[in-house]
């Protein structure tokens, strides 16, 4: 298991990429995902059989969006 922290924000005129990519090496799956969605919610959202090799977009309390 690892654990990320992804803050958001900066300073004045700054900018940073809000994408956060999960790097799973040789691994062929990945079984689970869990988002702890910051304040005011608090909702946690866990992700199952999550693709690989790509870029997701994931809504709070929707799981991943199939735009």
């Known amino acids: ?7 958001a924000g900066g300073s004045f005129m ?3 990429d809000p994408r956060e990519v999960l ?3 040789k691994a062929a799956k990945v079984d689970w995902v869990e ?3 910051p ?3 608090h909702h946690v959202d866990r992700l199952v ?3 690989i090799n790509q ?5 709070e309390g ?5 735009k």
């Open 55 to 59: 870029y997701l977009t994931v809504v």
């Open 49 to 51: 059989d999550v693709p």
């Open 35 to 37: 988002i702890r969605w």
């Open 1 to 7: 298991m690892h654990s990320r922290l992804k803050t």
């Open 23 to 25: 790097g799973i090496g």
């Open 62 to 66: 929707q799981g991943i969006s199939r």
């Open 39 to 41: 304040r005011p919610s």
């Open 14 to 16: 700054s900018s940073h």
